[in-house]
């Protein structure tokens, strides 16, 4: 199939074997499709309410033609929404593991928060949008790359960020060694910053860690 091609409300199926048992079949649609970029430069997950519950990781998401669009890799703490890999960057990666190389994910050295109503206020931004940078882990990119502290992370590549949850994704959906643009609100002002991802540590993943 072509993840490319997935439309906002097309109907999807996912397929599983939860915890080993009897096939399961689940239908949705999609409710965000994965951005087309190149799995060098991060990539987005296919979100939809099919795949959402547990067991569901590792089954194929195929559309109403039967075509396999994307892998479901987890699902959301509610379990209301389901998160796919898209068919086009796993089909990028395939050549790579058959060679026998490591994918390492990247790391930027942050933590955030959401940025309510209220603290936008505060920083004078308008209207609210972004991460707040709760900290910047010592000796990693951010820190490299002057991120402080209290900056608002607004966009990554160009593309605004919504939530804490979006924001770890596209961060750890790009592999270590590869450069990201971030843009930064810090005192009333936009600033753009080019970071280059250092290897995720295997003892982070907090969902609010990129």
């Known amino acids: 199939g072509d993840s490319d091609r997935l439309k906002v409300g ?8 939860p915890f080993g048992r009897e096939s399961s079949l689940s239908f949705g649609i999609i409710s965000r499709r994965g951005r087309s970029r190149s799995v060098s ?3 987005d997950f296919i979100q939809t309410n099919a795949g959402a519950s547990a067991g569901s990781s590792g089954g194929p998401l195929v559309n109403i033609k039967g075509e396999t669009v994307g892998m479901v890799t987890m699902a959301s703490q509610n379990g209301t929404m389901g998160f796919a890999i898209p068919i086009s960057v796993i089909k990028n990666l395939l050549p790579r593991l058959e060679r026998g190389e490591k994918i390492v ?6 933590r955030v928060s959401e940025l309510t109503l209220e603290a936008a206020d505060k920083l004078g931004l308008s209207p609210a949008k972004g991460v707040f940078v709760n900290s910047v882990v010592a000796g990693q990119p951010a820190e490299k790359g002057n991120i402080l502290p209290h ?4 966009a990554v590549n160009g593309v605004e960020i919504d939530n804490p949850r979006e924001f770890t994704r596209m961060i750890s959906g790009a592999e270590a060694g590869s450069e990201v643009r971030l843009t930064i609100f810090r005192q ?3 600033l753009q910053r ?3 991802l250092a290897p995720r ?3 982070s993943g907090g969902g609010r860690e990129g």
């Not at 994910?105 to 942050?110: D, E, I, K, N, P």
């Not at 900056?151 to 607004?154: G, L, N, R, T």
């Open 10 to 17: 097309e109907l999807v199926a996912s397929l599983s074997y």
């Open 41 to 43: 430069a991060g990539f």
């Open 105 to 110: 994910w990247g790391w930027l050295g942050v």
């Open 151 to 154: 900056d608002v992370i607004v």
């Open 188 to 190: 009333g002002g936009l």
């Open 194 to 196: 080019s970071v280059i």
């Open 201 to 203: 540590p295997q003892e």
